[in-house]
Every structure is written in C-alpha cells, then in structure tokens.
C-alpha cells in the first residue's frame, strides 16, 4: 500500500529545538516510533536560546511554533529544549490545542539514582537560572547537594560537530575541569545534561569526567510520553516509509552544512521559513 492510499494520514510530531539539540530527542522518539514522520524545527534565526532573555523567548517561540503549525500541519508537539521548556511551556499550553510534550531537567531521575546524594546540573545559563528549575530541585532534590553550571559554549560546540566541523576538546575538558572544581563536585555520581545540545556531546564529555559520573538526560522518557500519547492513534499502514523534514527559521550556509548529519536521522529534506 502507498501513502497516498492511507485511509487517515499518518501521525505527524513537530520536534522544535532552537538548534540542533532537538535531534538528541528525535533520535529517541525515532527508535519508538519509527514509522511516524517527524518535522525537526530549529530555529537557527534566534539561536541560541540560552542566552536571551525571558519575555523576548516567550514572545519568539510562540510566533516560530504557529507559524509551524500552520504551514506543517502537527499531532503532537515536543518543545525538545530545555530552555524553552522551563519559560514558555504555560503560555504554549493556553494557546494551542494540541498535546504539547516538554524537555526539563531530569532532577527528579537523577535524585533517584544518585546513591551519594551529589548530582551534578549541566545546562544553558537561563536553564541554569530559571525558577522553574529551581523548583525541581525544591520538590525533587531537597535532600541532595546539586552543583550547576551553565555553559553556552558546549552548545556551539555541538552545533560544530554536527557540521562535521572539528571541535575544541580542551574547551570540553575545562568545563567538565570548572564542575569538577566545585565543593563535593568529588562525590557527584550523577551528571542531569538539561540541554538537548548536550547529549550529542556525551562521548567527549565523558572522557574529560570521572568514571563513576553518570550521565543521564530526559530524552528516553520524552520518546516513552510521546509514544503513551499517540497510543490511540492509528498505526501507519505496513510498508509505509515516513518522510521526516527539517525545517530552519533562516537559510544559512550552516544549515546547509547540517545535510550529512540530517541523513544520519533519516532526514533528507531541507525548509526555510524565513522569520
Ligand atoms: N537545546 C537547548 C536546550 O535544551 C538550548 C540551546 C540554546 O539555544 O542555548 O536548552
């Protein structure tokens, strides 16, 4: 059977991440739902999130996500970025009807895991600072000593990677060296990556980190949610091969060079939207 005589169409997910950061989620929500094609926003125009500030976030991600919605027609959203989520997840929630899946820190897993009680927050500067993380860590983590740092740094350098570009280990090294320097950072066991950027760097960054540090991040659990929400949908028919896209706020040589990475998650087409 071809697409084209499917009785209903098939789930589509809008994965939306201010940069390449996103993928890490879609890689998950790939392996569980393999047959759903996925529409993977960044919004290169305003990257990076990280360091902007919260009512021009608020006001920016709401335009880029309608704007989506309009022109790529979704089921289900996942806001694959923690910077985003932990500021603009309310507002998104009062205006748009769809299931709306957010990426926060995963204080509450890590609090869980952590047999010494010394966990370890690595995230955008805003993530670092937003209440909303601050109250996970009240309900989540009282018990425990969390050390954060916010690097925006490590966010460029996984956008490099991607691009296939070489990229700085020794700046990897002296961050994970700056966590490390911090009072008890020598009992940490478990490290929360709160930016989606960050899993895409997990090799690097457990080469320059203790062995008995555990990286862990919210990608597994926002597949298994997006999979729990679409249970009731129907199923692709058999043979159906899903036709993912990216789609990129601003047309840029970077963009561009993202092609080979994409293909590495079966996508490949490129959009613009130019805003
Ligand atoms: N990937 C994003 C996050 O999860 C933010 C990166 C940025 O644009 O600063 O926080």
Known sequence: MTNSTLSSPPTRILVFDSGVGGLSVAR???????????????DNAFFPYGTKGEAELIERVDQVISELLERYPSDILVVACNTASTLTLPHLRSKLSLPIVGVVPAIKPAALMSTTGVIGLLATPATVARPYTHELIREYATNSTVISLGSSELVQIAEQKLRGEEIDLDAIGRIAQQLMQADQAE??????????????????????????????????????????????????????????????????TAAEQLAPALTGFGIYQQAYLNI
């Open 187 to 252: 009992k940490m066991d478990v490290l929360v990556l709160a930016c989606t950027h960050f899993p895409l760097l997990k090799d690097e960054l457990a080469e320059h980190l203790p062995e008995q540090i555990k990286l862990i991040d919210s990608g597994a659990a926002i597949a298994r949610r997006v999979e729990f929400l679409l249970a009731d949908c129907a199923e692709p028919a058999e043979g159906y091969t899903p036709e993912h896209i990216a789609v990129f706020t601003k047309a840029t």
């Open 28 to 42: 998950e929500i790939q392996q569980r739902l393999p047959q759903n094609p996925l529409v993977y926003a960044s």
